[in-house]
Antibody, heavy 118, light 106 residues
Framework: EVLLVESGGGLVQPGGSLRLSCAAS????????LSWVRQAPGKGLEWVSF????????YYADSVKGRFTISRDTSKNTLYLQMNSLRAEDTAVYYC???????????WGQGTLVTVSS | IVLTQSPATLSLSPGERATLSCRAS??????LAWYQQKPGQAPRLLIY???NRATGIPARFSGSGSGTDFTLTISSLEPEDFAVYYC?????????FGPGTKVDIK
């Protein structure tokens, strides 16, 4: 069974930092591309970042480029998202999602809520 | 690539046919997927590469289209199909989603 379990969300002040984690099981972690996708309260889905299985390819949405850093630890089967200089508009549920075929998402975690507010 | 979806809301009864549209601002070839999301749940992949059903997806869900215009059809709505549906392209970076179509009970 594939399981993606996010953690690390919470309340943070504007300008602050947070690191999200996504623990994966039931997948070939070393060969799986992984993404972060977020959803602001009551809004639609926004892709945030992607890292390839090897870690050699990394992409970011323009809205987070220069502030967020995606990384992965194959020894721990864990995906990370380091979020710095957080803004109110970063408030969302953050999902990790496993890549499928050319760039779809076939497995998703349950999400972790990040709230940026003073 | 900007994806637009119509209508924003579709009010139908169980057993009726649902037709959802997704339009891309430029060609995405066949690199288009559909997801279903229910309240409080993560999205679920329904269709990929325009018309391929993901594992375990019932045959009442079908997709069609190419280039810039795509359609998700639910042939006969079941009670569990009332949800929000998103299209997504993987032709270009950044990956983008449409704003969603809510299918609710009439």
């Amino acid at each position: 069974e594939v399981l993606l379990v996010e953690s690390g969300g919470g309340l943070v002040q504007p300008g602050g930092s947070l690191r999200l984690s996504c623990a994966a099981s039931g997948i070939n972690f070393a060969t799986s591309g992984l993404s972060w996708v977020r959803q602001a309260p009551g809004k639609g889905l926004e892709w945030v970042s992607f890292v390839s299985g090897s870690g050699a390819s990394i992409y970011y949405a323009d809205s987070v480029k220069g502030r967020f850093t995606i990384s992965r630890d194959t020894s721990k089967n864990t995906l990370y998202l380091q979020m710095n200089s957080l803004r109110a508009e970063d408030t969302a549920v953050y999902y990790c999602a496993k890549g499928f075929q050319w760039g779809y998402f076939d497995y998703w975690g349950q999400g972790t809520l990040v709230t940026v507010s003073s | 690539i900007v994806l637009t979806q119509s209508p924003a809301t579709l009010s139908l009864s169980p057993g009726e046919r649902a037709t959802l549209s997704c339009r891309a601002s430029q060609s995405v070839s066949s690199y288009l997927a559909w997801y279903q999301q229910k309240p409080g749940q993560a999205p679920r992949l329904l269709i990929y590469d325009v018309s391929n059903r993901a594992t375990g997806i019932p045959a009442r869900f079908s997709g069609s289209g190419s280039g810039t215009d795509f359609t998700l059809t639910i042939s006969s709505l079941e009670p569990e199909d009332f949800a929000v549906y998103y299209c997504q392209q993987c032709s270009n970076w950044p990956r983008t989603f449409g704003p969603g179509t809510k299918v609710d009970i009439k």
